[in-house]
């Protein structure tokens, strides 16, 4: 039966290497993208179940299985399975690059705002609360209608039709920070982290706390 550190010495590995194929070699200690398509092709390499770990703005975490530009205007859909979506505005993507342990390297993809999708009646109370709100959910069918969560759980619309082929629930993420880590690294091994303490953190805090453990470690 395998063991969990053999485990986590492949996927460590993997990362490094997926993580070269985007910025070469020597790498930058520090790399930042902007544009949607570069966005994709930087994160697009570590995508897959097991390939990587998402710490999710409001705490939480999963892998990914893909990621694709969104026919939302200046948004990207992050890909789980088939059916799943979360889609994001990004406003930047870094990546952080630890030469001491190249396998705690990290990116930190930063979001813009996202207004509501309309998938929902809102009132001013609702408005207010949407404000303090990271994430909305919804189904999205193939010819753009949007429904409420319970058409989902009855795979249903309200009028009681069933939803049509390739319907797909969306978590639309309205604001924070989304984290891509390997598994096994410093990070994901601490359950705190996934309280999503990343989100109110910049790339070069998050990146200080990892380079001190690791040279703690070293010295031990």
Same mark, same amino acid.
């Given at each position: 039966m ?7 010495t ?5 990362w490094v #290497? &997926?993580i070269?194929? %985007?910025?070469? &070699?020597p790498p930058?200690?520090?790399t930042? $993208?902007?544009?949607r398509?570069?966005i994709?092709?930087a994160?697009?390499p ?5 390939r990587n770990?998402?710490?999710l703005?409001g705490?939480?975490g999963?892998d990914?299985?893909?990621i ?14 088939r059916r799943? /979506?979360? #889609? ?7 990546l952080?690059w ?6 705690? @390297? ?5 979001l ?7 998938a929902?009646?809102?009132?001013e109370?609702?408005e207010? #609360? @949407?404000r ?6 919804y189904?999205?069918t193939p ?6 969560? @319970?058409? $989902? ?10 939803l049509?082929?390739?319907?797909r629930? %969306?978590?639309?993420?309205? #604001?924070?920070?989304?984290?891509f ?5 410093i $990070?994901?091994s /601490?359950?705190a982290t996934y309280g999503?303490?990343?989100s109110?953190?910049t790339a070069?805090?998050i990146r200080?706390?990892?380079?001190? %453990? /690791?040279?703690?470690? @070293?010295?031990?």
């Amino acid at each position: 039966m395998p063991k969990p550190e053999d485990f986590h010495t492949r996927a460590r590995a993997d990362w490094v #290497r &997926s993580i070269s194929t %985007v910025i070469g &070699s020597p790498p930058a200690s520090s790399t930042t $993208w902007q544009r949607r398509g570069d966005i994709v092709n930087a994160l697009s390499p570590i995508m897959g179940i097991n390939r990587n770990h998402a710490l999710l703005p409001g705490g939480g975490g999963l892998d990914v299985d893909g990621i694709a530009v969104s026919h939302e205007a200046g948004c990207l859909d992050l890909l789980l399975g088939r059916r799943t /979506v979360y #889609r994001v505005k990004p406003r930047n993507l870094f990546l952080e690059w630890i030469d001491s342990d190249p396998g705690e @390297s990290f990116y930190l993809l930063e979001l813009d705002e996202l207004g509501l999708s309309g998938a929902y009646l809102e009132d001013e109370e609702d408005e207010g #609360r @949407s404000r303090r709100r990271t994430t909305e959910e919804y189904v999205e069918t193939p010819d753009g209608e949007l429904y409420g969560r @319970s058409a $989902w759980d009855y795979n249903a619309t309200p009028d009681g039709e069933p939803l049509p082929d390739g319907s797909r629930l %969306v978590n639309r993420f309205l #604001r924070g920070k989304i984290m891509f880590l390997t598994k096994g690294s410093i $990070w994901n091994s /601490v359950p705190a982290t996934y309280g999503g303490q990343h989100s109110n953190m910049t790339a070069a805090q998050i990146r200080n706390i990892i380079e001190s %453990v /690791v040279a703690r470690r @070293s010295a031990a």
